[in-house]
């Protein structure tokens, strides 16, 4: 069964950082490339960062470049989200998707994922 789980998101104060990761069971997630997504109440789902098979390539959506880091362990069959510098509006539900064709840009701006995890709610706040 091919599955895919979130964890580490929070509760967390304007500035703070989370970890959010993404683990994969019942598939090669080293043969993919995954993104975060996220979906705010009310709002369109938006592809947050984007990480190729190798690593090689990543693409952050504006409003979080530089705050965001995406990264991939294959060995563990995981992929990773830091945030930092939090702000009140990065709270949303954060999916990652993992899609085996894609380039990343076409992943996270156009396509979204041939599979989703559950989601973890990430709230900034004070």
């Known amino acids: 069964q091919l599955q895919l789980v979130e964890s580490g998101g929070g509760l967390v104060q304007p500035g703070g950082s989370l970890r959010l990761s993404c683990a994969a069971s019942?598939?090669?997630?080293?043969?993919?490339?995954v993104g975060w997504f996220r979906q705010a109440p009310g709002k369109e789902r938006e592809g947050v960062s984007c990480?190729?098979?190798?690593?090689?390539?990543?693409y952050y959506a504006d409003s979080v470049k530089g705050r965001f880091t995406i990264s991939r362990d294959n060995a563990k069959n995981t992929v990773y989200l830091q945030m930092d510098s939090l702000k009140p509006e990065d709270t949303a539900v954060y999916y990652c998707?993992?899609?085996?064709?894609?380039?990343?840009?076409?992943?996270?701006?156009?396509?979204?994922?041939?599979?989703w995890g559950q989601g973890t709610q990430v709230t900034v706040s004070s």
């Open positions: 998707a993992a899609q085996p064709l894609a380039t990343v840009q076409s992943m996270c701006v156009l396509h979204g994922g041939d599979y």
């Open positions: 019942g598939f090669t997630l080293g043969a993919y490339t």
């Open positions: 990480i190729s098979r190798s690593a090689s390539s990543t």
